[in-house]
């Protein structure tokens, strides 16, 4: 079935006037945009803000302002001229990596890293010109923009110029020195490798110092004890008028010998005298000596011994006395021997620092090494963007879900 359209519908259609709305984009042909858009437009803004352009920063300071640096090393161990025998116990602390060489080396080591190395240095050289040399990029030389120019300060910088190592296994310790300049790089080293020196000399000094005076205060005391001891001695010799009373009970004991002899020769005199003229007036002569000299032989008994005037207390008080002196003489002789034993080790040095290879003149730089500092720098950036991802994809399946 057919339906006509009414006639005023068709006479308002011939009557349409046409409205020109410009030309149609359906048929427009494209513009093609610039490769970095399409770039832009395809690759994640997250991926070039943690990625991308940190590692376009990173390499042009490393091509384009990192400073070439040149590293001096030097090779020393410390040790002692004599070595003795450790005990138990120390061979368990040598087997754990503790020993006294080990000791000695931190003792050059702590001063490589101090004030007193940066002070010492700073006599000889202007080391914060040397480490902020003309041109040197900011990021490595002293002061970096986020450091205060100051005593603290440069021993800060100096330390990351510096770094000094201990070989267990060798003994040996190993000296970096680096600088924007060999020559600063080469003089650094030897300036610290003779600070480093002088403490262990000073060590030495004081060590042997403290022997020698603690042996000459030994020996000062040994002269005083043996000083009061004669004193007291030659007062009781004066006091008692006896030089040795040893010597003199030795003479009254003599005596009194001799005394004895002759009574006995004067007795035997009578006995012959009595026998052959029982009338003899010689008996009662011979009876007087006789008992004269017995009285002699008990007066000099008593001398000997018999109460507190006697020889005998006065013997044990010179005997004891004497014993005294003989202490005090012998303790004189071994303070003696020990300063002389002092001051001997005191001339003989027992830690001494030995270069085993001296500072190194470098000819070419060691450092920045760019393309292992890049790898790192986008094995770093990678991993970080790696986890944020994996973060942010965790925390929107959980929302989602």
Same mark, same amino acid.
Do not use: H
């Given at each position: 079935m057919i339906r006509r359209m009414p006639e005023q519908?068709?006479?308002?259609?011939?009557?349409?006037?046409? @409205?020109?709305?410009?030309?149609?984009?359906?048929?427009?042909?494209?513009?093609?945009?610039?490769?970095?858009?399409?770039?832009?437009?395809?690759?994640?803004?997250?991926?070039? =803000?943690?990625?991308? =352009?940190?590692?376009?920063?990173?390499?042009?300071?490393?091509?384009? %302002?990192?400073?070439?640096?040149? %590293? !001096?090393?030097?090779?020393?161990? %410390?040790?002692q001229t004599e070595r003795q025998t450790p005990s138990s116990i120390g061979l368990v602390l040598q087997n754990v990596g503790i020993s006294s060489s080990t000791t000695d080396s931190y003792v050059v080591h702590e001063y490589i890293k101090s004030h007193a190395a940066v002070q010492d240095i700073t006599k000889r050289l202007d080391l914060a010109k040397a480490l902020s040399p003309a041109g040197s990029d900011f990021l490595t030389r002293y002061p970096r923009p986020w450091e205060r120019s100051s005593t603290d300060g440069l021993h800060e910088g100096f330390n990351r110029f510096v770094s000094v190592g201990h070989d267990s296994g060798t003994g040996m310790s190993t000296l970096k020195v680096r600088a924007?300049?060999?020559?600063? /790089? +080469?003089?650094?080293?030897?300036?610290?490798?003779?600070?480093?020196?002088?403490? %262990?000399?000073?060590?030495? @000094?004081?060590?042997?110092?403290? *022997? =020698?005076?603690? *042996?000459?205060?030994?020996?000062?005391? *040994?002269? /005083?004890?043996?000083?009061q001891a004669q004193t007291v001695l030659s007062n009781f010799r004066n006091q008692e008028r006896i030089i040795d009373p040893a010597r003199s009970a030795g003479e009254g004991s003599e005596m009194v010998g001799e005394l004895m002899a002759t009574i006995a020769e004067m007795k035997a005199e009578r006995a012959q005298i009595a026998q052959q003229a029982p009338q003899s007036p010689l008996l009662a002569t011979l009876d007087s000596r006789i008992a004269a000299y017995q009285q002699q032989v008990e007066a000099e008994r008593s001398k000997l011994a018999g109460d507190m005037t006697s020889l005998a207390p006065k013997m044990a008080i010179y005997e004891s006395l004497s014993l005294d002196r003989e202490y005090a003489?012998? /303790?004189?002789? !071994?303070?003696?021997? /020990?300063?002389?034993?002092?001051?001997?080790?005191?001339?003989? +040095?027992?830690?001494?620092?030995?270069?085993?290879?001296?500072?190194?003149?470098?000819?070419?730089?060691?450092?920045?090494?760019?393309?292992?500092?890049?790898? @790192? =720098?986008?094995? @770093?950036?990678?991993?970080?963007y790696g986890v944020g991802w994996l973060i942010v994809a965790g925390i929107r399946e959980h929302q989602l879900g």
């Open positions: 519908s068709l006479n308002r259609m011939s009557d349409a006037k046409l @409205t020109y709305l410009g030309p149609d984009k359906t048929t427009q042909p494209l513009v093609t945009d610039p490769l970095w858009r399409k770039f832009w437009n395809r690759t994640s803004k997250s991926f070039l =803000i943690v990625v991308c =352009i940190p590692m376009l920063l990173a390499t042009l300071y490393y091509y384009l %302002v990192a400073s070439p640096i040149y %590293v !001096s090393e030097a090779k020393f161990i %410390v040790r924007f300049n060999p020559r600063d /790089a +080469q003089l650094i080293a030897n300036e610290l490798l003779k600070g480093g020196e002088q403490v %262990v000399n000073r060590l030495n @000094t004081r060590a042997n110092q403290g *022997a =020698i005076d603690e *042996a000459e205060k030994n020996l000062a005391e *040994a002269e /005083a004890k043996l000083a003489s012998r /303790a004189l002789t !071994s303070a003696r021997a /020990a300063l002389d034993s002092a001051r001997t080790d005191g001339r003989r +040095q027992k830690l001494y620092l030995e270069e085993v290879v001296p500072p190194n003149l470098p000819s070419d730089p060691s450092l920045p090494n760019r393309e292992r500092a890049l790898l @790192t =720098i986008l094995a @770093t950036l990678l991993l970080t």
